[in-house]
T-cell receptor, first 108, second 114 residues
Framework: QKEVEQDPGPLSVPEGAIVSLNCTYSNSAFQYFMWYRQYSRKGPELLMYTYSSGNKEDGRFTAQVDKSSKYISLFIRDSQPSDSATYLCASLGQNFVFGPGTRLSVLP | DVKVTQSSRYLVKRTGEKVFLECVQDMDHENMFWYRQDPGLGLRLIYFSYDVKMKEKGDIPEGYSVSREKKERFSLILESASTNQTSMYLC?????????????FGPGTRLTVL
């Protein structure tokens, strides 16, 4: 079993939709959880991170961690075509562990 | 503006060649990392370094070595390139003891081994 699992998609939504991206993880020792956004032919950039359980909001983005079910979510409100990218979830144990990424397309 | 740069965006090499991938960061970061990224597998850690002349194996070090002679530079070496090393290689850096908010990635090098 991989330490971080993520549906690779692709996921296509119309502009303005609410997007839900999800990951599960297996190591209960993980405390930090991150979401990275990666545009085509670019390196990943950190979008949000949370520590332990709870929610964190930044503009149109909300990251949510449920440690009881080992579930990580990223919600994007009022999605825009510029949000089209691959989204990687990650956890930090001894080192960073990444999911394979979900490719999102927001259609105008 | 923080910057992690990688020497090449695209590289084509032949089986058996020795390949050098260079990474430079200008943020005075102590930690540097090399990952490879493959479809469906995500990012996998090859090697990392917490200080000059120091290196640690990641999850998939076989077939690779690294060099960190200066704080700002971290090199990945493929001693004898093979076709299964065709991949996107990503370098990252972070501050020592930092939390998750300070890992910065370079643009990546797409390596093809023929």
């Amino acid at each position: 079993q991989k330490e971080v699992e993520q549906d690779p998609g692709p996921l296509s939504v119309p502009e303005g939709a609410i997007v839900s991206l999800n990951c599960t993880y297996s190591n209960s020792a993980f405390q930090y959880f991150m979401w990275y956004r990666q545009y085509s032919r670019k390196g990943p950039e950190l979008l949000m991170y949370t520590y332990s359980s709870g929610n964190k909001e930044d503009g149109r983005f909300t990251a949510q961690v449920d440690k009881s079910s080992k579930y990580i979510s990223l919600f994007i409100r009022d999605s825009q075509p510029s949000d089209s990218a691959t989204y990687l979830c990650a956890s930090l144990g001894q080192n960073f562990v990444f999911g394979p990424g979900t490719r999102l397309s927001v259609l105008p | 503006d923080v910057k992690v740069t990688q020497s090449s965006r695209y590289l084509v090499k032949r089986t058996g060649e020795k390949v050098f991938l260079e990474c430079v960061q200008d943020m005075d970061h102590e930690n540097m990392f090399w990952y490879r990224q493959d479809p469906g597998l995500g990012l996998r850690l090859i090697y990392f370094s917490y200080d000059v002349k120091m290196k640690e194996k990641g999850d998939i070090p076989e077939g690779y070595s690294v060099s960190r002679e200066k704080k700002e530079r971290f090199s990945l070496i493929l001693e004898s390139a093979s076709t299964n090393q065709t991949s996107m290689y990503l370098c990252a850096s972070s501050l020592a003891g930092a939390g998750a908010d300070t890992q910065y990635f370079g643009p990546g090098t797409r390596l093809t081994v023929l």
